[in-house]
């Protein structure tokens, strides 16, 4: 059984940094496209991050604050989120993909407020 598990998300004032962690069960992590997206209410879900192997993109919004990274012994992915600004608040999703399997994990909510 595939299980994608996001932690790390939480409250952290404007300027704060959080890391969010995906950790994959049931896949041969290494052989998979990883992203993060986000949703917020009444919005489609956005892609945020993406990483294939040592390639990466971002969303304009996130480039220079975010990092995706991966970690193939630990088979979890990692979104390091610097500088955050109020409207990086959503739920943050972690997505696997390979051919035509896709997978999600519940998400996680991460709200930037003083």
């Not at 995706?68 to 696997?96: F, H, R, W």
Request: charged share 15%.
């Amino acid at each position: 059984q595939v299980q994608l598990v996001e932690s790390g998300g939480g409250l952290v004032q404007p300027g704060g940094s959080l890391t969010l962690s995906c950790a994959a069960s049931g896949i041969i992590f290494s052989n998979y496209v990883m992203a993060w997206y986000r949703q917020v209410p009444g919005k489609q879900r956005e892609l945020v991050a993406i990483r294939s192997g040592r390639y990466t993109n971002y969303a304009d919004s996130v480039k220079a604050r975010f990092t995706i990274s991966g970690d193939n012994d630990k088979n979890t992915e990692y979104l390091q989120m610097n500088a955050l600004k109020p409207e990086d608040t959503a739920v943050y999703y972690c997505n696997a993909k390979y051919g035509g399997l896709e997978y999600w994990g519940q998400g996680t909510q991460v709200t930037v407020s003083s």
